[in-house]
């Protein structure tokens, strides 16, 4: 059984920073993908990042260039880091864990509350 548990989510202008935080109440070392999802309001939640355990990783195209995923195993805990954010990254940002090498929602064991991200014009 693992808990996540995310923080690091605020109100943030347009260009600025956050760095999000999912801890983990298990070891996360024997998950095979760590990810980070998120669902703005009337949307289907939807890819952010994810990394394996041998740290490959995968980005949305709205990500890209902007989003970086890590995972330190020694600490229990995934991060996103953010920059450049835009009024449209608002949403509520969910942290996931897959015993498979996976990209989809579906194919994620354990999820964390999510965490609401909003960014201002």
């Known amino acids: 059984q693992v808990q996540l548990v995310e923080s690091g989510g605020g109100l943030v202008q347009a260009g600025g920073s956050l760095r999000l935080s999912c801890a983990a109440s298990?070891?996360?070392?024997?998950?095979?993908?760590m990810g980070w999802y998120r669902q703005a309001p009337e949307k289907q939640r939807e890819l952010v990042a994810t990394i394996t355990s041998g740290r490959n990783t995968n980005y949305a195209d709205s990500a890209k260039g902007r989003f970086t995923i890590s995972r330190d195993n020694a600490k229990n805990t995934v991060y996103l880091q953010m920059n450049s954010l835009q009024p449209e990254d608002t949403a509520i940002y969910y942290c996931a864990a897959s015993y498979l090498i996976a990209r989809l929602p579906k194919a994620y064991d354990y999820w964390g509350q999510g965490t609401q991200v909003t960014v201002s014009s």
């Open positions: 298990g070891r996360i070392f024997s998950m095979n993908s």
